[in-house]
């Protein structure tokens, strides 16, 4: 069935360190994907998407590049902060069938940056 | 504050009863969702509506039902509670009802069955 797998946590860095967390999806067609990330206590926050093939996503410093190929929709980061600890989430977009338009999400990703 | 609001923050209610979650979307969204958190399912979709109608279910048990009102807000109704249904329940809108623009999630309610 769908699906969207993440690597499991928790993720610990230091300041400044590069993040990488892996995310693959299983879809029929081409899905929207999505990066949500929800800090203690808040809800989910929106953080990037990519609607087709090949777009990269980006705020905040984030990045995540759609990969057909591989099914794929990592979350990178070239210098983490400790503001960015966090839990982290990738969604796919169901496109067909009686959910059509609502997230599957992955498990969910816990970031612990330290100083 | 991320304009959608849900009501109450937290609950605490007994196995048997009944409770009623309430949501008011971001303004100008038509569409609301209905999101459970747990440690061990993660996120799970329960329901969507899009200007009143029910658009999509998910998991949702049938002890669980939910309504948009001509307002647009939206009440999400567990009765018979078990303790499993203990969790965050989240609340999200989006102007459409197709989704690919995102969600916008409310700060969740945490309901405890005791």
């Known amino acids: 069935g769908d699906s969207v797998t993440q690597m499991e946590g928790p993720v610990t860095l230091s300041e400044e360190a590069f993040l990488t967390i892996n995310c693959t999806y299983t879809a029929t067609g081409y899905p929207s994907l999505f990066w949500y990330v929800q800090y203690p206590g808040e809800g989910l926050q929106l953080l990037l998407k990519?609607?087709?093939?090949?777009d990269k996503g980006s705020n905040k410093g984030f990045e995540a590049t759609y990969r057909k190929e591989t099914t794929s929709f990592h979350l990178e980061k070239g210098s983490v902060q400790v503001s960015d600890s966090a839990v982290y989430f990738c969604a796919r977009l169901m496109n067909y069938g009686g959910s059509q338009g609502n997230l599957i999400f992955g498990k969910g990703t816990k970031l612990s940056v330290k100083p | 504050d991320s304009g959608v609001t849900q009501t109450p923050k937290h609950l605490i209610t007994a196995t048997g009863q009944r409770v009623t979650l309430r949501c008011s979307p971001r303004?100008?969204?038509?569409?609301v969702y209905w999101y459970q958190q747990s440690l061990d399912q993660g996120l799970q979709f329960l329901i969507q509506y899009y200007n009143g109608e029910e658009r999509a279910k998910g998991n949702i048990l049938e002890r669980f039902s939910a309504q948009q009102f001509p307002d647009l807000h939206s009440e999400l109704n567990l009765s018979s509670l078990e303790l499993g249904d203990s969790a965050l329940y989240f609340c999200?809108?989006?102007?459409?009802?197709?989704?690919?623009?995102?969600?916008?999630f409310g700060s969740g309610t945490r309901l405890t069955v005791v």
């Open positions: 303004s100008g969204d038509l569409s």
């Open positions: 990519a609607t087709k093939a090949d």
């Open positions: 999200a809108s989006s102007f459409s009802g197709t989704g690919k623009d995102g969600y916008t």
